[in-house]
């Protein structure tokens, strides 16, 4: 693993949520929350899964499934949730020092999240326990920066269904809007298979097939659902 991998996960040091965007939200006596946001006009992107369409061929982004997590005036932050890196939770737990003796959660394959940050790490994951430093997404899933949630995860006291992923993607204001007008991308409800079940490959078209759309066959589909 390189040298700028280890230091990263060595630190585990909360990223991005300020720098992506992301207003944290501190009761007394509670660990940092951080709140998903709302357009400006009162509609959150939040929560739902942003699948390229075929006529998006940037190479960052081609049949990419991207949750996303935070929505605001400010713009938008996702992780994509169906691109391998080439590292294992495995790695990841020696290099900072956490042993495990589940093999299962060693062979885990850590996610390709997005070109922003990509030496961070992000973990998405069901379940309402107080982590360090988290974002509620919504509908039941955060999105976790601290080390604590994978010392758990290491233990088997962790979240019931659980990915990490390497960097995430982030959008400007009214930028995807304008994309989304633009058709680049299609925008479905969330679908917990598609976030932690099903294989890799499948997750693009198994997450358009949720409203019928056949990729295959899609030529200039509207990017709404």
Do not use: K
């Not at 699948?51 to 499934?65: H, K, N, T």
């Not at 604590?148 to 979240?159: I, N």
């Not at 058709?183 to 079940?197: A, E, G, I, N, Y």
């Not at 099903?198 to 295959?216: F, H, N």
């Amino acid at each position: 693993m390189p040298a700028r991998w280890r230091r990263a996960w060595t630190g585990w040091r909360s990223p991005s949520f300020a720098e992506c965007g992301v207003t944290p939200v501190v009761w007394p006596g509670e660990s940092p929350r951080y709140n998903a946001g709302m357009h400006e006009h009162g509609h959150s992107f939040g929560n739902n899964l942003l699948i390229a369409l075929p006529s998006l061929q940037d190479s960052e982004f081609a049949r990419s499934v991207t949750l996303i997590c935070q929505h605001d005036g400010d713009g938008a932050m996702g992780v994509v949730v169906n691109r391998p890196s080439e590292y294992t939770l495995g790695d990841v737990l020696q290099q900072m020092g956490i042993s495990s003796e589940s093999e299962s959660l060693q062979s885990q394959i850590v996610l390709a999240g997005g070109p922003v940050h990509p030496e961070r790490g992000f973990v998405l994951h069901d379940g309402d326990r107080e982590w360090d430093s988290t974002l509620a997404v919504g509908g039941g899933l955060y999105l976790t920066t601290s080390r604590d949630v994978l010392e758990a995860l290491a233990r088997g006291e962790g979240p019931g269904q659980a990915v990490v992923a390497l960097g995430c993607a982030g959008w400007g204001a009214g930028q995807l809007e304008q994309e989304l007008v633009d058709d680049s991308w299609l925008m479905v409800p969330t679908r917990r298979d598609v976030l932690f079940d099903l294989p890799l490959p499948q997750r693009w078209q198994a997450a358009a097939g949720s409203i019928g759309v056949d990729l295959v066959n899609v030529a200039g589909h509207s990017g709404h659902a």
